[in-house]
């Protein structure tokens, strides 16, 4: 789908900025020096994090009636990941600098034989196999091991018999989780893209076998065009299918959609096609028969699966870049980040033109309504064109202002972030207004 655009190296800087000085994003445990790869959400972080989760959620579970959703534990036991195959296969492989004690993914290194943070050559240890899992203890004293979940999915395979059973789905149907994952990468960075505590939007699609190419192709287009729906440059985007050294040990068929993030094309989310691997793991491990039986055939089979596997929090960042702008306004710059009203953390500011109680008491009522329907911010500091540029700069799609003429014509001024368009409407039609938006 790309066009040929290339990266902006300048722009993650812009973006990082940005989201430390508006409250996006902030370094974790800052005030103790911080804690390498973690991130807490700030105020309008968390909101435009949920967006993004609503909005995937909205279009794979919401909206459909095939699929249903889980919310499984993130604990899990060693069983669990002795049949998903991780404990023995989710690995990288791990060198140390003689020189510097400093640890690399081997397949990470760019300049192979030089060490990326002393410079010296050829002081790379031999590969070994790292696994990335967390492993814990749970209970009191000698408790029994347990691991963070490294993907979400294992949570739908294991519930497959629970959920088929409950919910009376036949296949196709699928089973879809939002929720944290843990991986103690080697190598985090690119500052929320590779964490090792972060967020997963993950979908079992459970096919008749004979069907899964036709659900992966399926999935593979609906996926690429989420993004595209909610702003994101058809030419920032891409489907990358994956060479066969690169599969993960359970899928027989994989495609990225990839992101021209500002170092280059990165991974936002993974089709794949796991086949019969996990059911049929998980049923020899547990001894629990995993499978479907198909009252038109009179058959019975194990479903395979297509799995679209995305991060939020990486989405959440590509949004963000793909949203930031600069551009120059009577001599003034101005940045605004261009988010889609479904992903922009606040829909709707509510800003009275002067601070005087005849105005204040209106428009906080105005807000009230507003913040019944969708995020709401209210602004009263300072002059009407500042607060509009800070507006701009968290992605407010609609300024709401409440003037002195609102009190005669029970009306207000709607400003539009991108075009800097004004409209008057009253007070209302404010509401429905802002809803048609929102589709
Ligand atoms: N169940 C399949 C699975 O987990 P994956 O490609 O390893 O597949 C899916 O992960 C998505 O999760 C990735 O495309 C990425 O968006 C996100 N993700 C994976 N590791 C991540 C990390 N360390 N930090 C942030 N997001 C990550």
Known sequence: MSDGASP???????????????????PSAEIYGGFRSTYDYGPVGV???????????????????????????????????????HLTNFTDPL???????????????????VCPHCGAEKSFTEARQFNLMFKTQAGPVSGADAYLRPE???????????????????????????????????????FVFRTREFEQMEMEYFVPPDEAQKWYDYWCGERLDWYVELGIDPGLLRLRPHGDDELSHYSSETSDVEFLFPWGWGELEGIANRGDYDLIQHADHSGHRLDFFDQATNTRYVPHVIEPAAGATRAMM?????????????????????????IAPFVAAVLPLSRKAELIEPAQKLFSELAEHFNTDFDETQAIGKRYRRQDE???????????????????TIRDRDTMDQVRIPLAGVVPWIQAKLV
């Not at 999915?153 to 929720?179: D, E, H, L, W, Y």
């Open 47 to 85: 909101l435009m994090l949920r967006n993004v989760k609503d909005a995937w959620w909205r279009s794979i579970v919401q909206r459909r009636h095939d699929v249903v959703g889980l919310d499984a534990s993130i604990l899990g036991p060693p069983q669990v990941w002795e049949a998903s195959g």
């Open 394 to 412: 968290i992605g407010t799609p609609y300024c709401v202002t409440y003037d002195f003429d609102s009190l005669d014509d029970g009306a207000v």
């Open 95 to 113: 060198v140390d600098c003689r020189e510097c004690g400093q640890r690399f993914r081997e397949d990470s290194l760019e300049s192979g034989d």
């Open 318 to 342: 590509a949004f963000l870049i793909a949203g930031y702008r600069t551009e120059m306004v009577r001599d003034e710059e101005r940045t605004v980040l261009g988010l889609h009203p479904r």
């Open 152 to 190: 979400t999915a294992q949570g739908m395979f294991i519930n497959f018999a629970n959920v088929q059973f409950t919910s009376r789905k036949k296949p196709p149907f699928g089973i879809a989780q939002i929720g944290k994952s843990f991986r103690n990468e080697i190598t985090p960075g690119n």
């Open 8 to 26: 902006q190296p300048e722009l993650f800087d812009h973006v990082v900025n940005l989201c430390k000085r508006r409250g996006f994003v902030f």
